[in-house]
């Protein structure tokens, strides 16, 4: 999955980690029993350890994920923004969070930090807060369960500055939060619920299809919510409506499993056809999804001529998986809607990757009318390392807005306040892949192909 020079990096920072939680213990630890408990802060430990390698990079000075959140987490800074600066977030301070507060176990619940790093309880953060952002560390590996307890331990301590409240061997857990199993949902009151599956993945295939449901029942529907429950080991799954002018013949049976691919990998023209009559309208690459457009703002959608599912598994084990996913569509009141969300889809489909190399491509876009645009996620394979999005023109030139490192799951980034383009200013895409393989890669559908694709949405005045 992993290119080699990635492991390679994974396993230096490993080592890396060890080394210095390694330290902590023995400075931490009491060397002879009447002896008072000395040693570095534990704050200074959250900041010097956790914060410093996974938080500060955005959170600091002059990038625009500092001015989005509104917060420092540099050494010098980092205390005094938590305990004495109020939430940004405009949901957490309706609820009346706090960053941090030093009453202990009170203030961890009251807590907006607490909140976005608590990966454990990500149903709940995601299900229940669903305009709190995303959690931290924004598209990285969250925190581990050693590093979690042990903050958690220093707020319900009071959250000092200075002293020893919380034990460092914790640090020796490095296990990380796993999602959730897979559940059937139960369908939405006002909504539709559509669902495939169980299905097969043979050993060693990557299994993409459509499947097509007919809802001849409702026209234009304005969608508030979608939630999207997978079984493990998929790619991606993806939602299409239709363009009004599919040719008759090419209008799928309803409930067909239409592969991309036959068992030996050659590709089934017939079933592909379709795929440029589609319009994108809701996707995720997270086997769990629980997605609210923001407050007064709904996409609207032509279901009459109904869905295509298009789901993609990978199975790189030697026994047979089961796939199958649940989507619920929640539906807006019309009289609620005072922005109609517009898709944003970027697609940079003309590149060449020559073997053994590192490229960057790059893609500049840029837009007709005003519009602000208040999602982003990136879609590419598993050669990519890194992609970046960046403003063009205007006040904000050259600002980083968007970044993954993680191609199966990049943080699908929800920005609160809009990011608004004037007409002619848009957005540079930067993308930078390794193709260890022999071959040139190019734009393709499958997961030893490439791809360079910006998702989002937008609205227009
Ligand atoms: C890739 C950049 C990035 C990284 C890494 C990152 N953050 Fe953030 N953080 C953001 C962005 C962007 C926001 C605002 C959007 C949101 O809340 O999802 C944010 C918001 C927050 C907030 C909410 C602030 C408020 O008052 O509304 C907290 C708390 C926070 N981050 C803590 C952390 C911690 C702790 C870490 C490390 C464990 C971390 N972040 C790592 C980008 C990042």
Redesign the pocket.
């Known amino acids: 999955m992993l290119s080699p020079l990635m492991n390679t990096i994974k396993i230096i920072l490993t080592v890396l980690i060890i080394l210095i939680f390694g330290c902590d213990d023995a400075v931490d630890k009491p060397k002879e029993k009447d002896q008072t408990v000395i040693g570095r802060d534990s704050w200074k430990i959250v900041q010097e350890d956790?914060?410093a390698s996974?938080?500060v990079?955005?959170?600091t000075v002059g990038t625009s994920?500092a001015n989005?959140?509104?917060?420092l987490?540099t050494s010098d800074v980092a205390y005094d923004q938590l305990m004495n600066h109020p939430?940004?977030?405009q949901s957490?301070l309706d609820n009346n969070l706090e960053?941090l507060g030093t009453e202990g176990l009170s203030s961890l619940y009251k807590s907006?930090?607490w909140e976005?790093?608590n990966a454990p309880d990500k149903e709940h953060f995601y299900g229940e807060h669903p305009h709190y952002?995303?959690l931290?560390?924004?598209?990285?590996p969250y925190?581990t369960n050693g590093q979690l307890e042990f903050i958690r331990q220093w707020i319900v301590a009071g959250a000092p500055e200075t002293g020893v409240v919380a034990d460092s061997s914790l640090f020796d857990d490095t296990t990380r939060f796993v999602e959730v199993e897979f559940a059937p949902l139960t369908p939405p009151e006002n909504g539709i619920q559509v669902h495939v599956g169980p299905f097969e993945v043979q050993p060693h295939y990557e299994r993409e299809f459509l499947n097509f449901v007919n809802i001849d029942t409702l026209d234009e529907v304005y969608i508030k919510q979608y939630e999207i429950s997978m079984r493990s080991g998929s790619h991606h799954f993806i939602l299409y409506t239709f363009t009004n002018v599919v040719p008759p013949m090419l209008v799928p049976d309803p409930g067909e499993y239409r592969d991309y691919r036959d068992a030996n990998g050659n590709y089934l023209i017939n079933n592909l056809a379709i795929t440029s009559y589609h319009v994108y309208f809701a996707g995720t690459q997270w086997p769990y999804m629980n997605y609210h457009f923001p407050p007064g703002v709904a996409l609207k959608v032509d279901i009459n001529n109904g869905l295509d599912q298009n789901s993609h598994y990978i199975n790189r084990t030697d026994e047979v998986q089961i796939g199958e996913v649940y989507t619920n569509i929640y539906f807006a009141d019309p009289s609620e809607v005072e922005h109609e969300a517009q898709v944003m889809f970027i697609n940079k489909t003309d590149f060449e990757l020559p073997p053994h190399e590192i490229t960057t491509l790059e893609h500049t876009i840029s837009v007709g009318e005003r519009i602000h645009i208040f999602q982003l996620f990136s879609h590419a394979h598993e050669h990519l390392l890194e992609f970046s999005v960046e403003i063009v023109g205007g006040d904000r030139d050259g600002e980083l807005v968007y970044?993954a490192y993680d191609w199966e799951h990049p943080p699908i980034?929800?920005l609160d306040p809009p990011i608004t383009l004037e007409a002619g200013e848009g957005l540079k895409l930067n993308a930078t892949y390794d193709n260890w393989t022999d071959k040139t890669l190019r734009f393709g559908l499958l997961g030893e192909d490439e791809m360079m694709i910006l998702f989002g949405y937008y609205y227009t005045d």
Do not use: E, T, Y
């Open positions: 956790i914060f996974n938080c990079d955005c959170h994920f989005q959140s509104d917060l987490l939430v940004n977030n957490a960053r907006f930090l976005k790093i952002g995303s931290m560390p924004l598209g990285m925190l970044f980034l929800d």
